[in-house]
């Protein structure tokens, strides 16, 4: 599988989980363009350090520090056959300067309707001894400890349906550019993990 894959959803629509899962399938590495700038301003490289300038002033990295780094992290032996990038690009600027350094051979939009986010992330709950994180509906937990779980300050309605209302601004038209170069792949991701899961495997065995 030559080539780098990228991997876009809503809040709640379990790409963590499904980035896992696409690693393990394809051996590439997944990369995260904060884990990067956090690697890169603590090795002390040239675009580590201009970047930490503008982190330290509260300002946003500019696209073409980022896209510096990830071309200098696609150089690396492990990336020789493309990587996983997750949640970038989120514009379609940053998709064309991404397509100067990299080969996408596949876009994985996992899609949820906002009702069902609203409902996955609402009724999350944490215990805050373990750091475990249950669901009202979905995975109730013990009835031992539901007296100490505690819901996260942004898991709430309102918060949610902003994330979600920000996210459809800018992906829509990012998924209409990748779908216009024949690369993008629409997941139905209200449904269980695993049927999620196959469904991506089958799409990028489909997109080579």
Not at 31 to 56: N, Q
Not at 167 to 186: E, F, I, N, S
């Amino acid at each position: 599988m030559s080539g780098s894959v990228v991997l876009f959803g809503p809040p709640g629509a379990g790409k963590g989980t499904q980035a896992g899962r696409i690693v393990v399938r394809t051996g590439k590495p997944q990369i995260s363009t904060g884990d990067m700038l956090r690697a890169a301003v603590a090795a002390g490289s040239e675009l580590g350090m201009e970047a930490k300038g503008y982190v330290d002033a509260g300002l946003l990295v500019p696209d073409v520090i980022i896209i510096g780094l990830i071309a200098e992290r696609l150089q690396d032996d492990d990336a020789s056959s493309g990587v996983l990038f997750d949640g970038y690009p989120r514009t379609i600027p940053q998709a064309e300067a991404l397509s100067k350094v990299a080969e996408v051979y596949a876009v994985i939009s996992i899609e949820v309707p906002d009702d069902a986010v609203v409902e996955r992330i609402v009724g999350r709950r944490m215990d805050p001894e373990t750091g475990d994180i249950y669901h009202v509906a979905f995975n109730p937990a013990p009835s031992g400890i539901s007296s100490r779980l505690i819901q996260r300050e942004d898991d709430n309605e309102q918060t949610v349906r902003k994330r979600l209302s920000a996210y459809h601004q800018q992906t829509a038209p990012l998924a209409d550019w990748y779908a216009q170069k024949g690369l993008l792949v629409r997941i139905d991701g209200d449904r269980s993990i695993d049927e999620v899961g196959m469904a991506i495997e089958e799409a990028l065995s489909g997109a080579l």
